[in-house]
């Protein structure tokens, strides 16, 4: 989930829900609650294969793989079938507006030590526990009613997912058919 993660924290600084000295954090060894990005849209975009060529390219037994003769068919391919999939994907599900309205409830931390960026200046953590029920009880709280007010925007868009079912249905009868064609060139 580093990807994901990643996304998570740059999106949680941007918006100013958590310093940004905390993206650093991020990369160490401690253990954090940090945001996890949905996986929709999610995407290897381009393969190196630099070290490969080099090592293996012109040694007598491989070829060099070259992707730019076929550029052009793979960002016609990205656009038409996977954005198109992603983009249909999010506008059925939400997936990403219903997790932005959750992200202001990470804490970002772990342990029983609330972080000053957490306190408000008259708050001052109870003996023991610092506050980390009370803070958590909360944050939960706050994520079960987005959630449920997320869900309530969801629900509210299934006529337009209807709406977009057809078509849903014709990118994937065009990706299987592509898929065929594929198979039937490499036999």
Sequence with gaps: HQIRKTVGMTIAVL?????????ERSWTEERL???LA????????????????????DNGFHKPIVWEPYEEKVNEFKKRVIYSNIFAKEKRESSMFIWLQTLKNHTFYTGNVIPTILQTPSEKPAEGDNGVVEKVTEAVSNVEKEVTEGVSVVEKGVSDVEKTGEEDKKVTE????IDNAASLDST
């Design 15 to 23: 918006r100013n829900i958590t310093p940004e000295g905390y993206f």
């Design 33 to 35: 609650d940090l945001p």
């Design 38 to 57: 949905p996986g929709l849209g999610l995407v290897l975009g381009e393969v190196r294969v630099d070290r490969y060529n080099i090592k293996f390219g």
């Design 174 to 177: 065009k990706v299987d058919s």
